[in-house]
């Protein structure tokens, strides 16, 4: 079974509209922290925002904030009023055993999500 | 502060040819990471190295892929013998020991295998 799902392999939105990428994931692990990583045309990997699962509030930067709900597994990105900057590929990511300092922190990274910003 | 600097940017060589891919972490992460990115596997983890400790190498696909990371600090991944299927982009990342820092990456290395 994958641990991280991002169902939506593109979306679209326009330009100044607020917009969700799914991200579902799948651990049995108490301690984890999740990710989500933006990669422009140019290749980077830039880090938006981070959420560990025993935080009690939903974590926000900026124009971006995660709909964490531990129930369901889901670690959905909300962008608000979109740029046409935003333009890209978004992945949602894992990193389990957080706490235990077991394992390595390596990533398990989702398919990702191609948003394309409309003017 | 400079970012994770990785070189080359591209690399071009024919099947068979081994091949040394260098990361130069950001200064002051002890943890790097190895990740192979693909159109048809996605991202992929390949190889963690933390201060001394000996490197986490569950992720490498084959004998043919190895690292070493000298000093604590730059890293070099080398695949002998490459194969076509080896064609990617091969991205370091490094961060705090800490388990809720983010991972920090570089531009990546394009590799193509003729």
């Known amino acids: 079974a994958q641990k991280i799902t991002q169902t939506q392999p593109g979306m679209f939105v326009q330009e100044k509209e607020a917009v969700t990428l799914d991200c579902t994931y799948d651990?049995?692990?108490?301690?984890?922290?999740l990710f989500w990583y933006k990669q422009p045309s140019s290749g980077e990997m830039i880090f938006l925002i981070y959420q560990g699962s025993y935080d009690q509030q939903n974590a926000t930067e900026g124009r971006y904030s995660l709909n964490f709900q531990k129930a369901r597994k889901s670690a959905n990105l909300v962008i608000s009023a979109s740029q046409l900057g935003d333009s890209a590929m978004y992945f949602c990511a894992m990193r389990e055993s957080l706490y235990s300092g077991a394992g390595s922190y390596q990533l398990t990274f989702g398919k990702g999500t191609k948003l394309s910003v409309i003017p | 502060g400079a970012g994770v600097s990785q070189s080359p940017s591209n690399k071009v060589t024919e099947k068979g040819k081994d091949v040394e891919l260098r990361c130069d972490p950001i200064?002051?992460?002890?943890?790097l990471y190895w990740y192979r990115q693909s159109l048809g596997q996605g991202l992929e983890f390949l190889i963690y190295?933390?201060?001394?400790?000996?490197?986490?190498k569950s992720g490498l696909p084959s004998d043919r892929f190895s690292a070493e990371r000298t000093g604590g600090s730059v890293s070099t991944l080398t695949i002998q013998r490459t194969q076509q299927e080896d064609s990617a982009v091969y991205l370091c990342?490094?961060?705090?020991?800490?388990?809720?820092?983010?991972?920090?990456f570089g531009d990546g290395t394009r590799l193509s295998i003729l």
């Open positions: 190295f933390q201060g001394n400790s000996a490197p986490d």
């Open positions: 990342a490094s961060s705090f020991r800490d388990s809720n820092q983010p991972q920090h």
């Open positions: 651990t049995s692990d108490p301690s984890y922290g």
């Open positions: 200064s002051g992460h002890t943890a």
